[in-house]
């Protein structure tokens, strides 16, 4: 009598856990560096991240572990809270808990869509700049100089100048092989770079050791789970702030991240469910003094090109995390840390990439976006770029929609497309009609301007008798735009001019008809398409000459 024989995808999920579980150990505690914590900080957070995504998450390749991006952004929280100061660790676990805490609140009013407050220009900008600015803050680590404070670009790379005499000889020496190593490991697929160059530095390490190389140290992994100490009063503001700018970007690289490959496999996507699991990662790792987690690509990409497929590859992943910790502790603490340095800097290396920007030079759009993103990261530091680059984006944007911008219309070839005549000067307005339209959304911002420029074309083009104005561009009116657009109307009506209206959303025509405006009939809002407006309005006008005779 045979068993049952165990699914490939099973298989496959159990082969892909055990293989990303050796790169993301190491990963790990490297990342544990750049945040300025202990090693245990980072081998809890990727437990805990984890168990939690492959219990309750939604994507079959989602990886959650810390990312460097997040350590990188902690780091600069913490310095900036808690200095210098022996508090750190505990500073750190409270950011990571409020920023869990605004994922669970960020879940629970749905807003799922917030990771679109970051363009993707401005996260390829912040991304490009952050990578140089982890690759730099590694050196020290990879080449034995002493340690660098702060994230300001210029004074870090003085700094770096200025220190260069105390570089050690085999550190670097260790760093600079161990990156040559794994760009070569790239070239063959199957081999594992990140697992050879820190077996060949294990093996290595009590000659390294007795050489002036140092090792990753003692890993203290008993669980202590607690509240952190909270911020002090005066300390509850910049916080916050902190933890918003971490759940900004934990949410946008791991929603990026579990989108792309949904889109790839056509899989469904969940993002508020995600925002909760993420909450529930993020709170649990903070009262674990953990990191803060997020789906990053490199992890997950890596997840996914092992032949996972469900969230049981996780599960697996982190069951063999905790045998590693468990059987093989004593060999990661002998880790060279030039070995560590190098595997960041190799990932994040992937992001130096100036390819990524080429769609933006080709496309001519948010060239601008991209390159502040990059400078203000550079020159501002990891926190303060990233809000600068945000609140930069989100200026242009309304910029753009506060712009006032109306085309004349104009019948083309004689059928039924009305067409901008500035683009099309074969296009012809119909005699005695004048058909604007708007090219932003009505709102606020730029209401008034709007219907300024409508009131200039109308005054110069002599002989209008009906004005059609096709509002496609307008989902929704706000209160200020409909009083802007009775103004108008009543301009319209003093001059003997009708107005219709055309191309209406239905929310747009159901406000029309509440307001009901003494100018605009319920008749003028029923026309669905220019063509039908411009049809009604020669009925009216003809009507109205035949009265008059």
């Given amino acids: 009598m045979s068993g049952t024989a165990v699914p490939p995808a099973r298989i496959a999920d159990v082969l892909a856990g055990l293989g990303i579980a050796g790169l993301l150990l190491p990963e790990a505690v490297a990342y544990s560096g750049i945040a300025g914590m202990p090693p245990q900080a980072g081998v809890v957070a990727l437990f805990v991240g984890l168990i939690c995504y492959g219990l309750l998450g939604t994507s079959r390749y989602a990886i959650v572990s810390s990312t460097s991006s997040s350590a990188a952004v902690l780091a600069a929280g913490t310095l900036l809270l808690a ?35 970051i363009a993707r220009p401005v996260l390829r900008g912040y991304t490009f700049g952050l990578a140089i600015v982890i690759a730099l803050k590694q050196l020290p680590h990879l080449g034995g100089w002493p340690d660098l404070h702060g994230d300001f670009v210029p004074l870090l790379v003085a700094n770096l100048v200025r220190t260069s005499g105390q570089v050690h000889a085999m550190t670097l020496l260790t760093g600079v ?69 971490l759940l900004l970007i934990l949410y946008a690289e791991s929603y990026s991240s579990i989108r792309g490959f949904a889109l790839k496999h056509n899989d469904p996507v969940a993002p508020n469910r995600d925002l909760l699991v993420l909450g529930v990662a993020n709170v649990l790792s903070g009262l674990c003094q953990g990191m803060p987690v997020g789906a990053g690509y490199s992890a997950t ?85 990233l809000l600068f680059a945000i609140a930069f984006s989100l200026i242009l944007l309304l910029r753009q929609l506060a712009t006032a911008r109306v085309s004349v219309l104009g019948r083309l070839a004689g059928g039924h497309d009305f067409v901008d005549i500035a683009q099309h000067p074969d296009a012809v307005p119909p005699p005695g009609m004048l058909i604007l339209r708007p090219e932003e959304p009505l709102f606020f911002a730029n209401a008034e301007s709007v219907m300024t420029l409508a009131r200039q ?93």
């Fill in 301 to 385: 990409s890596a997840n996914e090109a092992g032949g996972a497929q469900s969230r049981l590859a996780g599960l697996i992943a982190a069951a063999t995390v905790l045998l590693m910790v468990l059987l093989l502790l004593r060999w990661i603490e002998r880790i060279p840390l030039a070995v560590l340095a190098a595997i960041v800097i190799h990932a994040v290396s992937k992001s130096w990439r100036l390819s990524v920007f080429r769609p933006y030079l080709q496309w001519r759009r948010d060239r601008l976006l991209a390159l502040a993103a990059v400078v203000a990261v550079l020159s501002m530091g990891i926190l303060n770029g």
């Fill in 177 to 245: 092989l161990a990156l040559a190593v794994l760009y070569a490991c790239e070239r063959l697929r199957r081999l594992p770079g990140s697992l050879l160059v820190i077996a060949l530095g294990v093996a290595a390490s009590d000659w390294l050791a007795a050489h002036g190389v140092p090792l990753t140290g003692a890993i203290k992994l008993q669980l202590s789970i607690g509240m952190p100490v909270w911020p002090a009063s005066g300390q509850w503001l910049p916080s916050v702030e902190l933890a918003a700018a």
């Fill in 457 to 549: 074309q109308v005054e110069g083009h002599a002989g209008v008798k009906q004005l059609v104005l096709s509002l496609e561009a307008s989902p929704d009116l706000d209160s200020t735009a409909l009083e802007s657009l009775g103004d108008f109307a009543a301009w319209l009506q003093t001059r003997g001019i009708g107005l219709r209206m055309a191309r209406l959303k239905d929310e747009t025509r159901a406000l029309l008809l509440r307001a009901a405006l003494p100018q605009l009939s319920s008749q003028a809002l029923d026309s669905w398409s220019v063509e039908d407006a411009v049809s009604a309005s020669i009925a009216a006008t003809s009507s109205t000459g035949k009265q008059a005779k």
């Fill in 83 to 117: 200095g210098g100061g022996a508090n750190r660790t505990a500073v750190a676990a409270a950011l990571v808990l409020l920023g869990g805490i605004c994922f669970l609140v960020a879940g629970t009013a749905r807003l799922g869509g917030l990771s679109h407050l």
